[in-house]
């Protein structure tokens, strides 16, 4: 038993190093590379990395792909070689460890050389080493990697990939991957017509450009069905631009109906034609301004809660302004609208060269909070966050906005001053207290607005001005006072906007967006939505 015990550990030994000796290390693949003389043993020994699937490989290939890997002409030892003599610093091609020995000249080692096509091979072998990493993005950048080179060696990688792949995002990614490859080899039409289907699934500009490349080579059969999928691309292409176009005007329909809402309040109950609103969006964006410059250098750790405190304090300041406009000047110019236009040109004179000596003429930096910077993908669109929030916010000041109107004590004083201003004096309501707090409450709302506008674009003394005409054609379009047609109006506008600018450019888009307001006044001079009542129709 003993004899016979001793035979078998001694066959096992046997194997174990016969199989020792079959599969060779890391370390002899690459030192192969010292006697790869052709491209063709490059080749070769590159295959061989890529085969052994070990992520320590990717040392090597990576620095044979940007020069750095040679030959020591001495012992042949391969070895990666960064810097210039004489301070060259010499690494081991598998740990990447600095080595303390070694000469100090260029003439002492010999470059592995490598061309183009041999580059493409590293770079499939080194997506191949990443297909199996711990990390899901490293594996995803590894699957797109493979997809835009559309190497045919990459193939069986992925098939071994996929069988143990269980994050559906990534495996999705193979599976494009898969398909790219499989447009590179020989393979029949029915295999090539079910990768083509995939990769025109994608639906996005990489996956034109792929098909493009082949159709452009392909006959027959083969280019139908290229040329097919190139169209479904473009089909998709063409919708997820224009639910591009759509976001872009509610973004922009959402930062028009901040600087409106206010003026639709005052324009509508007062008819004050306040030609200085631009400037309350811009004692906003200036508030903001001052606000962060105060966490900036007294707790900069919190600099992400300031425009928490921006948002109230912004309301409060030209809501205050606000207030002594409508008291101070406005308050004596009812029934002149002439007066009341140039009296407030006046003002937003004064507040804009007020400013300028405050804070100075030049633009002035308001950050974005970190919950407010990048951005996200859905489909083929990409959405910002500081967009998305604006949009939150817009709905969110208009929403409360309607309460106060609606449910509140002030908002059913402001509404029947707006219907019939003598029947509302007559019933003990203060029409001039129902004036100061309304044009307060409009500009307090356009404060608000320089907040979120303090996020998209630059702040400076002329802010307002770039909002003030958009912001009357919202009012006009939408109906004079009322809170939907302001919203609409908005929106109407702002996507409008966008799907005009690609084809007439922004300066003519918002030409024709004016004619089209003008010729659509004529038939409907209280626009959208007309506020009834008996002061209102007479």
Do not use: C
């Not at 060779?24 to 003389?37: C, H, K, R, V, W």
């Amino acid at each position: 038993m003993l004899r016979t015990l001793f035979l078998i550990t001694t066959m096992l030994l046997a194997l174990v190093a016969k199989a020792g000796a079959q599969a060779p290390s890391l370390e002899d693949i690459i030192a192969d590379f010292a006697g790869a003389e052709k491209f063709s043993q490059v080749e070769a020994v590159i295959e061989r990395l890529a085969a052994t699937g070990d992520p320590r490989a990717a040392l090597a290939l990576r620095s044979l792909s940007d020069g750095t890997l040679m030959a020591r002409t001495t012992d042949g030892r391969v070895l990666v070689v960064e810097g210039e003599a004489p301070n060259l610093v010499l690494r081991d091609a598998v740990s990447g460890e600095a080595l303390p020995d070694g000469p100090s000249e260029a003439s002492d080692f010999e470059k592995i050389k490598i061309k183009n096509s041999l580059r493409r091979k590293i770079a499939a072998a080194l997506s191949g080493l990443t297909l199996k990493a711990k990390s899901a993005d490293v594996r995803l950048t590894a699957a797109q990697t493979i997809f835009e080179q559309s190497d045919a060696s990459a193939l069986e990688a992925l098939d071994d990939a996929l069988q143990t792949e269980t994050d559906a995002n990534v495996r999705s990614a193979f599976i494009e991957a898969r398909a790219s490859a499989v447009l590179a080899t020989d393979a029949p039409l029915a295999e090539k017509s079910e990768a083509i289907d995939i990769i025109a699934a994608r639906g996005d500009r990489a996956a034109q450009a792929l098909l493009s490349a082949y159709a452009n080579a392909a006959d027959g059969e083969l280019k139908t069905k290229l040329d097919a999928g190139i169209a479904k691309v473009e089909e998709s292409l063409a919708a997820w631009s224009a639910a591009q176009n759509i976001w872009y005007g509610i973004s922009l329909g959402s930062v028009l109906l901040l600087a409106a809402i206010g003026l639709a309040i005052t324009f509508g109950v007062m008819g004050v034609i306040n030609m200085a609103h631009g400037e309350m969006v811009m004692l906003g964006a200036y508030t903001t301004f001052a606000v962060q410059e105060v966490f900036r250098t007294t707790a900069p750790g919190l600099f992400d809660y300031s425009l928490l405190v921006a948002v109230p304090l912004a309301f409060l300041v030209s809501g205050t302004i606000g207030v002594i406009m409508e008291r101070g000047l406005i308050r004596f110019l009812y029934g002149r609208p002439l007066e009341t236009l140039l009296a407030t040109w006046g003002v937003s004179l004064i507040l804009q060269q007020s400013v300028r000596t405050l804070f100075g003429p030049t633009n002035r930096e308001v950050g974005n909070p970190s919950w407010m910077s990048g951005a996200f993908e859905i489909g083929q669109m990409s959405i910002t966050w500081n967009r998305l929030w604006i949009v939150v916010f817009a709905a969110v000041v208009f929403a409360a906005l309607y309460l106060i109107i609606n449910r509140s004590a002030l908002g059913l004083e402001m509404r029947a001053v707006t219907q019939n201003r003598r029947m509302a004096g007559a019933m003990g309501i203060k029409t001039s207290w129902v004036d100061a707090m309304t044009f307060g409450l409009g500009s307090g709302i356009a404060g608000i607005a320089g907040v979120a506008l303090s996020q998209i674009d630059n702040v400076s003394p002329n802010l307002g001005q770039s909002y003030i005409i958009d912001s009357f054609l919202v009012v006009v379009f939408g109906g004079v006072g009322n809170l939907w047609g302001t919203l609409v109006g908005a929106m109407t506008l702002g996507i409008a906007n966008k799907f005009l600018e690609p084809y007439t450019g922004a300066v003519l888009g918002k030409i024709l967006v004016l004619v089209l307001i003008i010729l659509f006044i004529q038939k409907r001079p209280r626009g959208l939505f007309a506020l009834k009542g008996r002061a209102v129709e007479t």
